[in-house]
């Protein structure tokens, strides 16, 4: 069965860093694309990254493109959105899901809920 | 690529037909001939669930309710026959090009 788990989430200070996991079973992140997408609270969804159809590359939304990167760990099959210079208008639920068909999010989870505050 | 729903509310009558409309600012095709445009449910509290994939192609387990049409920048997704469970916000996807991008979603509530 396909699933996706996310962790890591939390209260950080603005300019601070954190890590998101996304542990996934049923599939391997080194050879399918994952997508991180965000929801502000209230508000609607926004795409955050990917890894691409094959989970070999990287791409990210212009909104946070050169603050957040996409690493993986095939070992324990994560991938990981490393949040760095954090704002307030980053603080959202964030999700992450598995790509098919269609080159979209099908498998998603429950989300890990980041808090950006002083 | 800008995505743009309408309506941004939409109050319909149980068992009532619904529309939502959604824009691309580019043509969604892509070399492939394939267009990625996609929709998605997210009821209150849950995560989203994909509901069509590819313009029209139906998720597995969706109901048959639910379609989708369209081309190059101007799509649809139509439910023929509102439920209660139907509630929530809708929102369209282009997965044509990186980024990807949303629409600003549609609230569907029952009259």
């Known amino acids: 069965e396909i699933q996706v788990v996310e962790s890591g989430g939390g209260l950080v200070q603005p300019g601070g860093s954190l890590r998101l996991s996304c542990t996934a079973s049923?599939?391997?992140?080194?050879?399918?694309?994952v997508s991180w997408i965000r929801q502000l609270p209230g508000k609607g969804l926004e795409w955050v990254a990917a890894?691409?159809?094959?989970?070999?590359?990287?791409y990210y939304a212009d909104s946070v493109y050169g603050r957040f990167t996409l690493s993986k760990d095939p070992s324990e099959n994560i991938l990981y959105l490393e949040m760095g210079s954090v704002r307030v208008d980053d603080t959202a639920t964030y999700y992450c899901?598995?790509?098919?068909?269609?080159?979209?999010?099908?498998?998603w989870g429950q989300g890990t809920a980041v808090i950006v505050s002083s | 690529f800008v995505m743009t729903q309408s309506p941004v509310s939409l109050p319909v009558t149980l068992g009532q037909a619904a529309s939502i409309s959604c824009r691309s600012s580019?043509?969604?095709?892509?070399?492939?001939?394939?267009?990625?445009l996609n929709w998605f449910h997210q009821r209150p509290g849950q995560s989203p669930r994909r509901l069509i994939y590819?313009?029209?192609k139906r998720e597995s387990g969706v109901p048959d309710r639910f379609s989708g049409s369209g081309s190059g920048t101007d799509f649809t997704l139509k439910i023929s026959r509102v439920e209660a469970e139907d509630v929530g916000l809708y929102y369209c996807?282009?997965?044509?090009?990186?980024?990807?991008?949303f629409g600003q979603g549609t609230r569907l509530e029952i009259k």
């Open positions: 049923g599939f391997s992140v080194a050879n399918y694309g």
């Open positions: 996807m282009q997965a044509t090009i990186w980024p990807r991008t």
């Open positions: 890894t691409g159809y094959n989970g070999e590359n990287a």
């Open positions: 580019q043509s969604l095709v892509y070399d492939d001939g394939n267009t990625y």
């Open positions: 590819e313009v029209s």
């Open positions: 899901a598995k790509e098919t068909l269609g080159a979209s999010p099908q498998y």
